[in-house]
């Protein structure tokens, strides 16, 4: 986890907040009313998306009747939710729909994806990761760089340091004979892989050709799972200028995600297999 990064704090304070709310026999129209503002800023406060300025944060614990060491603790978290992340060479062209991702991806401790066509991005080598920013007709000549640094920086923020994300990654077998950049490209891209595999958080499957139509055929998804004192678990699906995600605890569409994983795990061969065929593939390549 980024000690930098404010999400945790935002979710932690959204998540108590919530609670305090319902303990105080509140709706979010009320406390909407009690801030002069939309409940839709409510819903984004207590889901861990917006921070709580000082007066707001002032009228909330009066109303939910918060004192002594418990105000102190949130009063904490509410100035860390607040905190900046530190500037990179790089921020202004990370698209803002996806910055949130990244502050997600940052903090969890699980994250399980499922991709139909390319290599999941922590994975991705400078050249495959280059080779598809060209193909972008959105990304200026001036950005591809920082874009491709962005993304490495992304892998050694997750994947590196001493408390690494578990990464379960599994990709539709088209995904390995894709030659993105190239035939020299895409060999250099699986060994890549293949190596970050003999880490023990990082597990790679590829569902075969052979198992036919399954739950998540024609499209991808990434499950993000955190620590319990984080917040709940959120789904999130990607398109060409945009993302969705799924984070409210009672959304049957979160669940049903979270089901058709299972289904898609039924589907993969095991990582010994999936192993055997990515090597495979690389030797006719």
């Known amino acids: 986890m980024a000690d930098t990064n404010p999400t945790v704090p935002k979710r932690r304070l959204g998540r108590a907040l919530h609670e305090l709310r319902e303990a105080a026999g509140m709706s979010r129209d009320d406390v909407a009313a009690l801030l002069k503002c939309s409940d839709v800023k409510i819903i984004r406060i207590e889901k861990g ?60 401790s699980e994250l399980r994806s499922y991709d139909t066509e390319l290599i999941t991005g922590l994975l991705q080598t400078e050249d495959y990761a280059r080779a598809l920013i060209v193909a972008n007709p959105l990304a200026t000549a001036s950005e591809v760089e920082q874009l ?11 994947l590196g340091g001493d408390d690494p994300i578990t990464l379960w990654a599994i990709m539709a077998e088209g995904v390995i004979h894709n030659q993105v950049g190239g035939r020299s490209v895409l060999r250099n891209q699986l060994a890549h892989m293949l190596s970050l595999t003999e880490q023990p958080n990082i597990t790679v499957q590829v569902a075969p050709f052979s198992a036919g139509a399954h739950a998540a055929t024609g499209f991808g998804f990434i499950l993000l799972r955190f620590p319990d004192s984080v917040g709940v678990d959120v789904v999130y699906q990607e398109d060409l200028t945009s993302a969705s995600y799924l984070d409210r605890a009672n959304d049957p569409n979160r669940r049903h995600c979270v089901q058709v994983w299972e289904r898609v795990v039924a589907a993969a061969l095991s990582p010994k297999a999936s192993t055997d065929l990515i090597h495979t593939v690389m030797r006719e390549l």
């Open 148 to 158: 491709v640094e962005a993304r490495i920086a992304r892998q050694k923020q997750v």
């Open 49 to 108: 998306q917006n921070s709580v300025q000082p007066l707001e944060f002032d009228a909330l614990v009066k109303a939910f009747k918060v004192t002594g060491k418990q105000r102190a603790e949130l009063e904490q978290l509410s100035k860390d939710a607040r905190k900046r992340r530190p500037r990179t060479t790089y921020g202004k062209v990370v698209p803002d729909w996806f910055k949130r991702y990244r502050d997600l991806e940052e903090i969890a």
